[in-house]
Nanobody, 120 residues
C-alpha cells in the first residue's frame, strides 16, 4: 500500500507565500515523477508542476517564476514553494507520484489534497 499525505495549506494574503509538502509512504522501491495539481471551485483539475527523479522540472505557465518544486529523495517527499500568491491560486492542491512498489510493479498514486486560500 502506498499513501501520499499533503500538508502546508492554509489562508494567506495576496503577495504572500506558502510551502506545501507531500510525503509518500508505504511499499516503495523507487519513485519516478512527482507532481502537483490543483482544482479550484467549479473548475477542472489542472497541472501545476512536476519533478523527475533526476531533478528535471516543468511548470504551468501560470505559476512560472512564482512557484518552485523540489524533492527530497531519501525522505520520499516533494515540496512546492509558492511565492507572490494571487487570489486565482486559490484551490485544493493535490500531489501525485509514480511509484515503483517493486522492480516489476508500478502505479500512480494521489493524495487527498490540501486547501490553499489566497484572500485579503
Amino acid at each position: 500500500q502506498v499513501q501520499l499525505v499533503e500538508s502546508g495549506g492554509g489562508l494567506v494574503q495576496p503577495g504572500g507565500s506558502l510551502r506545501l509538502s507531500c510525503a509518500v509512504s508505504g511499499s516503495i522501491f523507487s519513485i519516478n515523477v512527482m507532481e502537483w495539481y490543483r482544482q479550484a471551485p467549479g473548475k477542472q483539475r489542472e497541472f501545476v508542476a512536476r519533478i523527475f527523479s533526476g531533478g528535471t522540472t516543468n511548470y504551468a505557465d501560470s505559476v512560472k517564476g512564482r512557484f518552485t518544486i523540489s524533492r527530497d529523495n531519501p525522505k520520499n517527499t516533494v515540496y512546492l514553494q509558492m511565492n507572490s500568491l494571487k487570489p486565482e491560486d486559490t484551490a485544493v492542491y493535490f500531489c501525485t507520484a509514480s511509484v515503483w512498489k517493486t522492480a516489476f510493479e508500478a502505479g500512480d498514486y494521489w493524495g487527498r489534497g490540501t486547501q490553499v486560500t489566497v484572500s485579503s
